[in-house]
């Protein structure tokens, strides 16, 4: 059983799980006080809501671990893994992967809506059948890889309004540049694993990471004015914009950083600031959520 928890990656679950609920939060009415705003939040259907995005996303973890099995086993980062170690087998991923998907869909649907299970299913297909199979063949892979990633404030926000506003594309578009710099981080710090596996993450490519660095920064520029839409869109108010402002200015300091040094340990610093400034970014989009 811990191996086939294991390969839901709960690590990065947790987060997905965050990025949902804040999009639930904001896809309900607004209201004129915390005490309407808890009265407004369908417990069961937040509860499903969250069960049906964990599972999608376990069992898409799973899948991908099955379809890059082989790859996982030439990276010392990934060789520990269930399927490299044989703690699981293929079919049991496989089979593993598939329910929990299936679970989740139905889980979106019926307890939340069809539009949220299928954000859920469009996440799914397009991280396992457009973002893994490109990881072999172009670093442009980060880029379609951040689409889904972007999609779990969507699911969350179609779960409790049941349609997709500007409100929810804010919180998808936050979420879309703030990967960059993390995953570029990551692949900067394991660039020899993802060599030696044949997947072309950009450091692989770029030897003297000063193409990486740049993006890195341009990234980390281009979120800043992106994280205030909040503020137009009336979802958060100013003590959300000074917050985000300043939280945007130490992530993109970071990157200035690891621009500079061009290091493994900088490189670490941005993953560990990107790591805070999510939850922390998304804290005070609620806490200043107008009328709270």
């Known amino acids: 059983m811990r191996a086939y928890i294991e390969l839901t990656k709960p690590r ?26 808890v ?4 417990l069961f259907s937040l509860l499903h809501t ?15 671990q099955w379809l890059e099995r082989e790859a996982d086993c030439r990276m010392r980062r990934t060789s520990a893994r269930p399927l490299p170690t044989g703690r699981v087998s293929p079919r049991g991923a496989l089979t593993f992967g598939i329910a ?6 139905f889980e979106l649907w019926l307890g939340a809506n069809l539009l949220a299970g299928l954000a859920g ?20 892979s980060t880029t379609v890889g951040a689409i889904p990633g972007a999609l779990p404030p969507i699911i969350g926000y ?39 596996a044949g997947i072309r993450m950009l450091p692989v490519i770029d030897s003297d990471g000063r193409f990486t660095a740049r993006q890195i920064v341009i990234y980390g520029m281009a979120l800043i004015p992106v994280s205030l839409t909040p503020v137009f869109l009336g979802m958060s108010g100013a003590t959300y914009a000074v917050g985000a402002l300043l939280l945007g200015l130490w992530f993109l300091y970071s990157g200035v950083r690891v621009a500079l040094e061009r290091t493994i340990i900088r490189a670490r610093r941005v993953l560990v600031t990107s790591v805070l400034y999510l939850p922390l970014i998304y804290g005070l989009m609620l806490i200043d959520r107008p009328g709270m």
């Open 12 to 37: 990065i679950t947790w987060l997905i799980l965050m990025s949902s609920a804040i999009g639930y939060f904001f896809g309900l009415p607004k209201a004129a006080s915390w005490r309407q705003f």
């Open 39 to 42: 009265g407004a939040i369908h």
């Open 50 to 64: 969250l069960i049906g995005t964990g599972l999608m996303a376990s069992g898409t973890a799973a899948l991908n």
């Open 100 to 105: 929990l998907s299936v679970a989740g869909f």
């Open 121 to 140: 299913a469009f996440t799914l297909v397009t991280y396992l059948f457009l973002y893994t199979p490109l990881k072999q063949r172009t670093w442009w």
């Open 158 to 196: 179609a779960a409790a309004a049941g349609t997709l506003t500007p409100q929810a594309g804010a919180l998808a578009a936050i979420l879309f540049l703030w990967q960059f710099p993390h995953f570029y981080a990551i692949a900067w710090m394991y660039k020899d694993d993802y060599a030696r």
